[in-house]
C-alpha cells in the first residue's frame, strides 16, 4: 500500500506537474531532473524558482553551464523576470580556475573542489529553501572518474539533508552510458523526452521514474512549452472524474431523426456517425449542437479539419442558428492543429470544455484528425476510451464524426474501428438512384434504448435536414447501387425532378420536393 500523502509541498509551478506527483515535490529533499539538450529543464527549473519567489521563500540558481545572460533571456522570452532570484554564476569561472599558479594537484582537483566550495559557501549566506543546480555534465567532467563524481554527489546531498532546502539537479544525458547510480541517489528522479516527429513541432514527454514517500502518476505525459513555460497534461484517468446527473434525452428538432434514433441520444453516451466523405455526418452533429444550444446547453466544438469561418457559413447557409461563445445557449467552436497538438493536450482542452466551460454536448469532428494527433505506439483505442468513458461519467453527450475512404460500396474502410467503443453508430452512405448520387442514414447500435432498423434518404436545403420515410421501395442501398422492389413507383407526370422523388408513407406511394 502507497503512503498516504504529504501536506509538505513544494509545488512546482506547473499545474499539471504537481498533479502527477499528487500536489508537488516532497519539501527539503534533493531531486534529479534529466533530459536531452532542449527537453525543457531550465525551464522547469525556473517555474520552481519563480513558484518559491511568490510564495516568498528564498531561492538561488547555480549554474555551471550558462551565464546570467542567457539565463535572463530565456526568462524573458517566456515574461518572466529573476528579480528576487539569487543567481551564482560559475559557467565563466571555471576556465580561470588555478590560472598560473604552481601547483602540485591535479587542475581538475583544484577547479572541483573551488566550485564545490563556492556553491557551498553561497549556500551558507543565502541559506536558501529552493535551489537549481544546472548541470551536472559540468561536475561530471571536473570529477573525471565516475568513482569521484558519485562521491562528490553523495557528498553535496549529505550537505543539503536536513537543511530545508529542496534541490533540483539537472543533467543533461552527455555521459557516454546512463548513471542509474545517481537516480538512486535523488529522492525523486523526472526524466523529460523529446523528439522531433517527420511534420510539426517536437514531441514532448514527462516521465517521473522514480518518486520516493508517495504517491504519483507512473508513466508518460504528455508536455508542452508554451508561452506561459512548460505545461504538462496528466494521463485521463476516468475513473477519478464521476458526477451524477439526470439522464434525458438530446433531442436534434428533427421529428425523423429523432424516430429513427427512438426519440434522441441520452446524456452520458457517445455516438459515432461514421461514412465517407460529404455524406451529411458534419451537417448532423452541427444539427445537433444547434438544438441542444437553444434548449439553453453549453456546446463544445472540436474541428479538425473544417474552418470555424466555412462551419458558420455552412449552418447559416442551412437555416441553422448558431451563437458562438461560452456559457448556456452558446457554442464555443475550436480549431485544433492536429500536427501541434499531442493527445494528453487534446484531453485537457476537452476537460476544460467540460469542467470550467460547463459544456453538456461536446463534438469531436474529426477522429480522422484525432488520430493524426497520436505519436506511433501509442494506442488511440485506449486513450479514446478514456476520454469517453470520462465524458459519460460526466453526462455529456459526445458526437464523434469518422469519415471512411472510399465513396461507394460495402468495401470504405475507417482509419481505426471504433465502434465497439461508441454507445450509438450511425451509418452514412451514398447511393446511385435514377441518375443521381444520394445519401442514406441508419442506426446500427444504440445501446441505451431503442432505435429504428430502417434506412432513410438524408438531403439537405435551406430549411435544414431532412429524412424521408424509411426506404421500403429500394434493397442494396448500402451497397451503393440498390434495385427496385416491387411497389409504388415515382410518376413522372407530377412535374418534379425524379431524382428528387422520396418515399411517403402517408400516402401509400413517393412524395415528390422540389
Known amino acids: 500500500m502507497l503512503p498516504q500523502r504529504n501536506s509538505d509541498r513544494a509545488t512546482t509551478g506547473v499545474p499539471g506537474l504537481d498533479d502527477v506527483l499528487d500536489g508537488g515535490l516532497v519539501s527539503h529533499q534533493l531531486y534529479l531532473v534529466d533530459g536531452n539538450p532542449g527537453a525543457g529543464k531550465t525551464t522547469l527549473a525556473l517555474q520552481f524558482l519563480l513558484e518559491g519567489r511568490r510564495a516568498g521563500e528564498r531561492c538561488l540558481y547555480v549554474t555551471l553551464s550558462e551565464s546570467r545572460a542567457e539565463l535572463a533571456a530565456g526568462a524573458a522570452s517566456h515574461g518572466w523576470v529573476l528579480d528576487g532570484i539569487e543567481v551564482l554564476e560559475l559557467a565563466t569561472d571555471l576556465s580561470n580556475l588555478g590560472a598560473g599558479e604552481l601547483t602540485m594537484f591535479n587542475p581538475s582537483e583544484v577547479e572541483l573542489t573551488e566550485t564545490t566550495r563556492r556553491v557551498l559557501d553561497m549556500f551558507e549566506r543565502m541559506q536558501p529553501q529552493r535551489m537549481v543546480l544546472d548541470s551536472l555534465s559540468e561536475l561530471r567532467l571536473l570529477a573525471q572518474t565516475s568513482l569521484r563524481y558519485r562521491r562528490q ?88 472524474h464521476i458526477k451524477p446527473f439526470a439522464r434525458d434525452v438530446v433531442a436534434s428538432g428533427v421529428q425523423r431523426l429523432d424516430a429513427l434514433l427512438g426519440g434522441g441520444i441520452e446524456r452520458g453516451t457517445s455516438t459515432l456517425l461514421v461514412g465517407p466523405a460529404g455524406c451529411g455526418k458534419s451537417t448532423i452533429t452541427l444539427q445537433y449542437a444547434a438544438a441542444a444550444a437553444g434548449r439553453g446547453d453549453h456546446v463544445a466544438v472540436f474541428l479538425f479539419e473544417e474552418s470555424r469561418v466555412l462551419l458558420l457559413a455552412r449552418a447559416a447557409g442551412l437555416g441553422m442558428s448558431i451563437h458562438e461563445g461560452e456559457g448556456p445557449g452558446r457554442v464555443s467552436l475550436t480549431r485544433v492543429d492536429p500536427s501541434a497538438i499531442s493527445p494528453g493536450e487534446f ?53 464523434l464524426v469518422a469519415a471512411q475512404s472510399g465513396v461507394l460500396g460495402l468495401t470504405m474502410r475507417a482509419p481505426i474501428d471504433t465502434s465497439y467503443l461508441a454507445d450509438t453508430v450511425v451509418l452514412f452512405r451514398m447511393f446511385e438512384h435514377l441518375g443521381a448520387v444520394k445519401k442514406s442514414v441508419a442506426v446500427i447500435k444504440k445501446r441505451s434504448g431503442r432505435h429504428e432498423e430502417s434506412i432513410r434518404e438524408l438531403w439537405f436545403d435551406a430549411d435544414g435536414v431532412h429524412l424521408s420515410d424509411p426506404l421500403l421501395h429500394l434493397r442494396g442501398v448500402l451497397s451503393g447501387v440498390p434495385e427496385e422492389t416491387a411497389g409504388p413507383q415515382p410518376d413522372p407526370a407530377s412535374g418534379a425532378a425524379p431524382d428528387l422523388a422520396v418515399p411517403d408513407a402517408a400516402n401509400g406511394g413517393i412524395r415528390h420536393d422540389e
Do not use: W
Not at 529542496?166 to 523526452?193: F, K, M, N, P, Y
Not at 517521473?208 to 496528466?234: C, H, L, T, W
Open 153 to 240: 554527489i553523495l557528498a553535496l546531498k549529505q550537505f543539503f539533508s536536513g537543511r530545508g532546502c529542496t534541490v533540483l539537479l539537472l543533467d543533461d544525458r552527455t555521459a557516454e552510458v546512463r548513471d542509474l547510480q545517481l537516480q538512486s541517489i535523488a529522492h525523486g528522479v523526472i526524466s523529460l523526452d523529446h523528439e522531433a516527429p517527420p511534420y510539426g513541432p517536437a514531441r514532448r514527454r514527462l516521465n517521473v521514474a522514480k518518486f520516493r514517500g508517495s504517491n504519483f502518476r507512473s508513466g508518460y505525459q504528455d508536455m508542452a512549452i508554451r508561452a506561459a513555460g512548460v505545461e504538462v497534461y496528466p494521463r485521463l484517468v476516468a475513473s477519478e
Open 347 to 399: 484531453a485537457q482542452a476537452v476537460r476544460r470544455a467540460v469542467d470550467h466551460g460547463g459544456a453538456r454536448v461536446i463534438v469531436i469532428d474529426s477522429l480522422n484528425g484525432l488520430l493524426n494527433t497520436m505519436p506511433a505506439g501509442q494506442s488511440m483505442q485506449a486513450q479514446l476510451h478514456e476520454l469517453l468513458t470520462y465524458l459519460g461519467n460526466k453526462g455529456v453527450a459526445t458526437f
